[in-house]
């Protein structure tokens, strides 16, 4: 109150108090503040629920100054809308305005018919697929791919696995290779206290609810600062913007499909296959040192849902090439989104991508 009149602070929080009521009924009654997915985009690539698109060319955005052309991918149980919040905050924009062409690898949202989806669905069939159709979209003889969270460790095992992939620069953000760093819940799964099996649902897999209850149990007390901070800003519709669009990626999880996880929790978490060296796929060993390709790995020192001690032996790892490791001061979100991305996190990783590719 000391920096303004007594006057003009009660006629702001009065304005403030207004805006607060206004927004507040719009939102309760589903008023869309930031929808979804505000950067244009064609479908280049289908095969069951997962879909490739593209955004750039045919007049979409701006055309590309720098390849190889870049496929970015999440994980299974997020959703692929974290890329392309809402306008002004768009890691997928951000991109274009770079310079890169510019692909985002949705796997959909999975129900009873992909329950027996497994690692090689999506590794070995999918994802290659994908990776070929923005070769053909692009005309591009390499790639380079970009996996945040889950999407990363899924992207170290399916690249490791497959030597030849037409990919010529890797980006990691926030991806667990040691699963002993993970919660509660993982190490249950991981000392055999929790049978995988007795998680699945009537469609055989993981519930989104549940999923969701895995986050929350990684920090609790998230609700009560949200919520508090939202009440605090209501009046502010560009913080509703951002609000609602993250508080839907963080809460809209995707189920699992119970082959997939059922294989994760053998492999990843309860062998730890990526710090023990034995991973499989398609009845194969893989082997991260087998990825020789110039690797960028990206970490936040406030992650809180993908912790240092899940992160940190991938340099190690991977004895085939020498990464470069980035540590950002950020949180899991704000590596790709907010305003301390685009300040700061997002132009450091495209820096480094642009420094790896060639002027088109």
């Not at 991806?175 to 929790?194: I, K, S």
């Not at 929790?265 to 990526?274: K, L, M, P, T, Y």
């Not at 085939?320 to 989104?337: D, F, I, R």
Request: glycine residues 10%.
């Amino acid at each position: 109150m000391s920096a303004v009149g007594p006057i003009a602070w009660v006629t702001r929080e009065v304005g403030r108090s207004v805006g607060r009521f206004r927004n507040g009924v719009r939102y309760l009654a589903g008023t869309e503040f930031a929808p979804i997915g505000p950067t244009p985009s064609r479908v280049v690539w289908r095969e069951g629920k997962a879909e490739l698109r593209h955004y750039s060319g045919h007049g979409l955005g701006p055309e590309p100054r720098l390849g190889p052309p870049v496929v970015v991918l999440g994980g299974l149980v997020g959703r692929s809308y974290i890329f392309d919040l809402h306008t002004g905050n768009s890691f997928v924009a951000r991109m274009l305005e770079a310079g890169f062409d510019t692909f985002v690898l949705d796997w959909g949202i999975p129900d009873a018919d992909d329950c027996a989806n497994t690692l090689e669905t999506y590794l070995a069939r999918y994802l290659p697929r994908a990776l070929r159709a923005a070769q053909r979209e692009t005309g591009s003889a390499e790639l380079s791919v970009l996996g945040y969270c889950m999407g990363g460790t899924m992207a170290l095992q399916a690249l490791a696995a497959d030597p030849a992939a037409p990919v010529r620069n890797l980006v990691v953000i926030a991806t667990p290779v040691d699963f002993r760093h993970l919660g509660a819940m993982v190490d249950a799964v991981a000392e055999r206290r929790l049978d995988p099996a007795t998680v699945l649902d009537s469609d055989g897999n993981v519930p989104a609810a549940l999923i969701a209850a895995f986050f929350s149990v990684l920090k609790p007390t998230a609700p009560v600062v949200k919520y508090s901070n939202l009440w605090q800003n209501l009046w502010n519709e560009e913080y509703l913007k951002g609000y609602q669009a993250l508080n839907r990626c963080f809460e809209q999880h995707s189920p699992l499909p119970g082959g997939f996880f059922l294989q994760i929790a053998d492999q990843w978490i309860q062998a730890n296959a990526f710090v023990t060296d034995s991973l499989r796929l398609d009845g194969r060993a893989v082997h991260l040192a087998d990825l020789t390709m110039p690797v960028l790995i990206v970490t936040g020192d406030r992650d809180e849902l993908v912790p240092a001690g899940a992160t940190g032996p991938l340099a190690d790892l991977l004895t085939g090439t020498k990464p470069e490791t980035l540590e950002l001061s950020a949180g899991h979100a704000s590596l790709t989104t907010g305003r301390t991305a685009a300040r700061h996190t997002v132009p450091r990783i495209l820096g480094w991508l642009a420094d790896h590719s060639d002027p088109r």
